[in-house]
């Protein structure tokens, strides 16, 4: 094997896929790399493949491949000698086998010789894709992820909460596809009108990791993302680079119950200045529970921490508000990871009472959802 | 009996009680509630009740009562949801005044404790003074009405307690003591519920006079080990400490039935309302228990214990419910009648005072 790659291109291609690669692993060769060189009319394509056993991205760069080939090198390593190269260099990468067999990588005056494992020995996910697919605007789908993604469980005793659940509804003959995340103490929703063809594809739980892995990926380009979904794996395609990933066997809970419908105690606040306010406050919050006070009276939102050890801290914020007087208890970073995800100037927060889940709106996007459990102080 | 006990120094002891606490809270918070009957806890069909308000005592309402049967007694009766969170606040305001009389408060709940005002911060000689003053506080404070029992032990406290209530205060002197425990009848002494009290009526024991003309011996044979705690208090002996720093090692709730019973769903019916009791507790005082444990007491006085524990705490009623259902079915068949049956949970872990709990979803 053996190509000629310009700098740049390498280094985008090796930058999409080599997050997916564990720094420790146990088998080896999921530290690599694998290199696939094709010559074709229009002169070579190379592309790069990672896994973890979970997903596996896909890119592909163009290349002047001189001999087709495959190699797996250490991914890590290869990216950080690709990302200190100079501009613009021109990067020649080539593998023979032999008594000694290294990939030489070589540009200007720079040659390095890395170990490799034998092609044959990559896992490769199956790329039998049954299932739904569908055209998706990359814009769309950022905020699908921005939205809701904060809220993903990391705790593993209820795995099946440790990813986003995507699917498509219908409601009062409107199809939407949606997205929802919860970690047990909070949930946040977001939905748009389902695009073509994406309503009969099965609702699936897109582990975090592959979550935040196609959310990188958005960054990179415009245009549709194209998207399959069956029962068990999902497939993003974003141009040149596609994520392919299962999905995480279990049903996601009926969270519908849990989203308040009859909360009448609305309070209308800018959303920067209660974010900053609470930031400010909870300075001196417990570590652990992080939990800030707000009572709540017509006009008036009053934030407050008392705190045993570290003192105490008021704040007040003008609010628009006319029910009786509320003392609620928040996790702090809970409100912060909602405030920032807020579209408008204001947002809505809407109550029952202190111990009951608290709904969040945004104003300029009624798409979303956020539910907010309370903590009890 | 008491002859063989160190020589004590006499003590002071103040018995204070919330009157009909936590509906006295809801009535001061919603005025269009005062004056009326009111019933805090469940209105629903399985519901029962946690608190009635003195209006509601009129008409026989009392807690731990069926919601049904307290909506039959009194159809006007107004059921309120419980505010855990407001009671507690009260209770920290409440001892918050306590501690500026003494250190030794024993809080028995929410709305109950006794003090040791032998020694107080104040330097104050009368006990009674103290108790007028902290009522006083307390209604300054919380605009809620407490009683208090003032006396030389805790027994004797506690029964002073609950002779002028609500809104008043009882002194049980020295020398009135022995006097006022053999007055008693015997299902007012703490500690003897209506099926102990059924009993001793039957052995002709109808006041505490009558338990203190029986010997120890007599008592023992009878009520076990409960017949010399019996035998001290109809003498209005009872050495216990006010213990401040009494640290719950479980939650329990037992009974005993007026006739014994063999069978599975009279026995099921029986404990409903001492689960329904523990877990007011553990609602109450955000206490958290990993051990369910059942106990059966036998026609014969065989006690038997059958528990199970969980890695996480019980988190529901219905959850503590199907364990102690489970527990009870393990018991079934019995050959002997069942007298009676006890709910305890324990493996108990405590929030800390300034912790905050974050709830959850019932996802």
Redesign the interface.
């Known amino acids: 094997m053996q190509f000629t790659i310009e700098r740049g291109a390498l280094l985008k291609a090796l930058g999409h896929v080599q997050n997916v690669v564990e720094r420790r692993n146990t088998i080896p060769i999921l530290s690599n790399v694998l290199l696939s060189a094709d010559r074709s009319a229009s002169g070579g394509q190379v592309s790069f493949s990672a896994t973890d056993l979970d997903m596996e991205i896909v890119d592909t760069a163009e290349a002047i491949v001189s001999v087709p080939g495959q190699i797996t090198a250490p991914a890590h390593t290869l990216y950080e000698i690709v990302r200190k190269l100079p501009d613009g260099a021109d990067v020649e990468l080539k593998f023979a086998a032999g008594d000694d067999p290294r990939l030489s990588v070589s540009a200007g005056r720079s040659r390095f010789a890395l170990p490799v494992l034998p092609a044959g020995d990559f896992p490769i996910m199956s790329s039998d894709h049954e299932g739904v697919s569908y055209q998706i605007l990359r814009d769309d789908l950022k905020r699908l992820i921005d939205k809701t993604r904060f809220a993903v469980s990391t705790e593993e005793t209820r795995y099946y909460l440790n990813g986003l659940f995507l699917h498509c509804l219908a409601e009062d003959g409107s199809n939407y596809l949606r997205a929802v995340a919860?970690d047990?103490?909070?949930?946040a929703l977001a939905e748009m009108p389902a695009p073509e063809g994406a309503m009969g594809g099965a609702g699936v739980i897109i582990p975090r990791k592959t979550i935040d892995q196609a959310r990188r990926l958005l960054d990179d380009g415009t245009g549709y993302v194209d998207m399959t979904v069956s029962p068990a794996k999902i497939r993003f395609q974003f141009g040149n680079a596609s994520l392919t990933s299962k999905i995480i066997d279990g049903s996601f809970?009926?969270?519908g119950?849990?989203i308040p419908k009859g909360n009448d105690k609305v309070m209308t606040v800018d959303a920067g200045i209660l974010s900053k306010a609470v930031d400010r406050v909870s300075t001196i919050s417990?570590e652990k529970?992080r939990?800030v006070k707000m009572t709540i009276e017509p006009g008036r939102l009053t934030l407050s921490v008392?705190?045993?050890e570290a003192g105490q801290a008021v704040e007040e914020a003008e609010i628009d508000y006319d029910n009786e007087t509320l003392d609620i208890?928040f996790?702090a970073r809970y409100i912060m990871d909602v405030m920032g995800q807020i579209g408008g100037d204001t947002v809505e927060l809407r109550f029952s009472d202190?111990?009951s889940?608290t709904l969040v709106l945004d104003p300029v996007d009624n798409g979303v959802q956020y539910?907010l459990?309370?903590?009890?102080? | 009996m008491d002859s063989d006990l160190p020589e004590m120094r006499q003590r002071k002891i103040i018995h204070i009680d919330m009157d009909a606490f936590f509906a006295s809270v809801e009535q001061r918070d919603h005025p269009e509630l005062r004056g009326k009957p009111v019933a805090v806890g469940g209105g629903s069909e399985r519901g029962v009740v946690a608190a009635a308000s003195y209006e509601a005592r009129k008409y026989g309402v009392h807690s731990a009562m069926p919601s049904v049967t307290a909506k039959r007694k009194c159809p006007d009766l107004i059921f309120v949801r419980h505010r855990f969170d407001v009671y507690k606040q009260v209770s920290r305001q409440i001892r918050d005044i306590f501690e500026d009389y003494t250190p030794l408060v024993e809080p028995l709940s929410l709305d109950e404790a006794y003090l040791d005002v032998t020694e107080n911060r104040k330097g104050m000689a009368s006990a009674t003074e103290i108790a007028e003053e902290i009522r006083a506080r307390i209604w300054e404070t919380t605009q809620l009405t407490a009683s208090a029992g003032v006396s030389y032990n805790k027994f004797l406290a506690k029964l002073a307690s609950d002779q002028n209530k609500p809104n008043g205060l009882f002194v049980i002197k020295p020398a009135m003591g022995p006097v006022f425990a053999a007055s008693l009848p015997v299902k007012k002494f703490h500690g003897i519920g209506p099926a102990t009290a059924a009993k001793m009526n039957r052995l002709g024991l109808y006041t505490g006079e009558d338990i203190r003309n029986q010997t120890l011996d007599f008592l023992e044979q009878h009520f076990g080990v409960s017949g010399r705690y019996y035998y001290g208090i109809s003498r209005g002996i009872d050495h216990r400490q006010v213990r401040p720093d009494r640290e719950r090692k479980s939650i329990g709730a037992e009974n005993t039935f007026f006739t014994d019973t063999t069978d599975f769903d009279t026995a099921w019916g029986f404990l409903d309302p001492l689960i329904d009791k523990v877990w007011r507790y553990v609602e109450a005082n955000d206490i958290k228990g990993r051990t369910v444990t059942l106990k059966v007491k036998f026609s014969d006085f065989r006690i038997i214990t059958r528990s199970r524990s969980g890695l996480v705490p019980v988190m529901s009623k219905p959850e503590l419910t199907g364990y102690v259902r489970a527990l009870l079915e393990g018991v079934f068949p019995v050959s002997k009648g069942i007298r009676l049956l006890g709910v305890t949970l324990s493996s108990l872990g405590e929030r800390a005072e300034n912790e905050t709990e974050q709830l959850s979803l019932s996802l």
Do not use: E, F, K
């Not at chain 1, 047990?184 to 949930?187: E, K, M, N, V, Y």
């Open positions: 919860t047990g103490h909070r949930l809970p009926d969270y119950r849990v417990a529970s939990s008392r705190n045993i208890g996790n202190a111990s889940p539910v459990m309370p903590l009890r102080v």
